[in-house]
């Protein structure tokens, strides 16, 4: 039986447990991907496109428009490539959404 403690949980560590429950997103993966990220795109890429969560082994990136879209798809095995240094917790492919 576990009990509770008079002492706060610390804030990070209440927004990764409920960003495991409710998305069942691995933030610290997420983490890594991100200081990855610049060097796996071209600079006006990494300015422009965002990783924003990964699910289900695929990772979901922002882009502005088609034409970045498009240029994630075309640079996905790389890119997918350079995330294998995460091994297992590594996504198995890639989503583009549009953000403005």
Do not use: Y
């Not at 209440?14 to 997103?25: D, G, I």
């Not at 879209?69 to 297992?88: T, Y």
Request: contains cysteine.
């Amino acid at each position: 039986m576990t009990r509770f403690s008079d002492q706060p949980t610390p804030l990070g560590d209440l927004l990764h447990t409920m960003a495991n429950r409710v998305k069942k997103v691995d933030l610290s993966v997420m983490e890594e991907i991100c200081s990855l990220w610049p060097t796996l795109v071209a600079p006006v890429i990494a300015q422009v496109c965002h990783p924003e969560f990964v699910k289900n082994q695929v990772l979901v990136i922002s882009v502005p428009s088609g034409a970045f879209a498009q240029q994630i798809a075309l640079e996905q095995e790389s890119i997918l490539q350079g995330l294998a240094v995460l091994g297992d917790r590594a996504p198995r492919s890639l989503r583009t959404i549009r953000k403005a």
